[in-house]
């Protein structure tokens, strides 16, 4: 948890009292929970002003566990369920033996999975999910680019888009090449020695997570009409939880990238992604029906929660990162 925000110094490992789950919500005995950059981006107060709940607070978005209790308004889930969750984005709290969070965002986990590889999900499939089919409304045959495709996110958007029918073409270094390929990416890219610009060009659309001048550059790898989705660099000024004092601010820093949208003639999205119980239920049948493989990197024992956060914030995780609980 954390007390205020700063470097990986501020982070603490200390006893809170258990949850108090309202009526709504389920409490859930973790067994594992996955970190995402979100988890430092938050510590280092990167997202504020869009996240901003009160500290001190547990960090922690993505969990697998098994359902201690439920509130009287929870009928779909039931004590014993073994279940995964991106938890409420302002709550979080997922790096702990126990927590609550609104039965609109726990589903039943994948059965053929255990529950680390069942962490490793959440948030980095729903957001992949919603980039390429909610967001970019892709149909089969497109071809789209999935920046970074052996990280978190990037090895989930590489199955959830071959699942879609798209053709894939993925960045990645060299080490990783086999990695990518064997999750299906019908091309593959090394970013360090290869010109990335000129081997993916007129692509129907690009799913960014790399952020601000790779959003430029992926602009102008888009066919008219094409469309960008990107979740690492600023929103729109317009992104609903944007506050009314930080929009001019956006608004400025976003001029290059209204400016290559308007000469090349694509679209650019930015999203952040939602929790959502519904999609998580459909992620995981593709798990169960052997289609769509979540890729561990690490495992690290909750008392090593520090060492972990070291490995994430390398930059260079192949596939996710996920803490165990006792
Ligand atoms: N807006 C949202 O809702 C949302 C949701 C999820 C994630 N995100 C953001 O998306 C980004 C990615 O998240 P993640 O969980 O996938 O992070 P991650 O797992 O930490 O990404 C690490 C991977 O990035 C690759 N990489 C680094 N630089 C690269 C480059 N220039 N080109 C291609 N690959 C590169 C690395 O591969 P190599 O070692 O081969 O370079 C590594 O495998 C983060 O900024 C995160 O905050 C946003």
């Known amino acids: 948890m954390i007390h205020r925000y700063g470097g990986p110094e501020v982070l603490a490992v200390q006893d809170v009292p258990a949850p108090t789950p309202g ?38 978005c993505d969990v697998a566990g098994v359902v201690r209790s439920v ?11 073994e279940v ?25 986990k994948p059965r053929s999975v255990d529950f680390v590889e069942a962490a490793a999900i959440p948030l980095a499939g729903l957001t992949a999910l919603q980039a390429l089919r909610d967001t970019a409304a892709l149909q089969p045959g497109q071809r789209v ?39 299906g990416a ?16 007129d692509l129907d659309a690009v799913f960014d997570t790399l952020g601000d001048a790779s959003e430029l550059r992926s602009l102008a790898m888009v066919k ?33 990238r209204r400016a290559a949208v308007a000469r090349t003639g694509a679209r650019f999205a930015y999203l952040f992604m939602r929790p959502d119980a519904d999609e998580l239920a459909e992620l995981a049948a593709w798990v169960d029906a052997g289609r769509l493989r979540p890729v561990v990197h690490r495992r690290f ?26």
Do not use: C
């Not at 995964?84 to 965002?105: I, P, S, Y």
């Not at 680019?145 to 052996?150: I, S």
């Open 23 to 60: 009526p709504r919500d389920v409490l859930i005995d973790v067994r594992a929970a996955s970190l995402n950059p979100i988890d430092y981006k938050f510590r280092e107060r990167k997202v504020w002003p869009v996240l901003r709940p009160r500290l001190p607070i547990v960090l922690g």
């Open 71 to 81: 509130g009287a308004q929870v009928d779909t889930l039931a004590v014993g369920d």
């Open 84 to 108: 995964f969750a991106r938890l409420e984005k302002a709550r979080m709290g997922g790096l702990a033996e126990q927590v609550a969070a609104d039965v609109a965002v726990v589903a039943k």
């Open 145 to 183: 680019l999935v920046h970074a495709g052996a990280g978190g996110v990037g090895t989930l958007a590489i199955q959830i888009a071959k699942i879609l029918g798209l053709v894939v073409v993925t960045t990645t270094s060299g080490k990783n090449r086999e990695l990518v390929a064997g999750l």
């Open 186 to 201: 019908d091309e593959v890219i090394d970013y360090t020695t290869e010109d990335v610009a000129a081997k993916a060009r």
């Open 224 to 256: 008219r009409g094409g469309i960008v989705v990107g979740v690492s660099g600023m929103p729109d000024p317009d992104f609903a939880l944007l506050p009314w004092f930080a929009r001019p601010l956006v608004w400025l820093r976003t001029r290059a």
């Open 301 to 326: 024992a909750l008392t090593d929660v520090k060492a972990a956060f070291a490995e994430l914030e390398t930059g260079r995780a192949r596939g996710k990162i996920v803490v165990t609980i006792p």
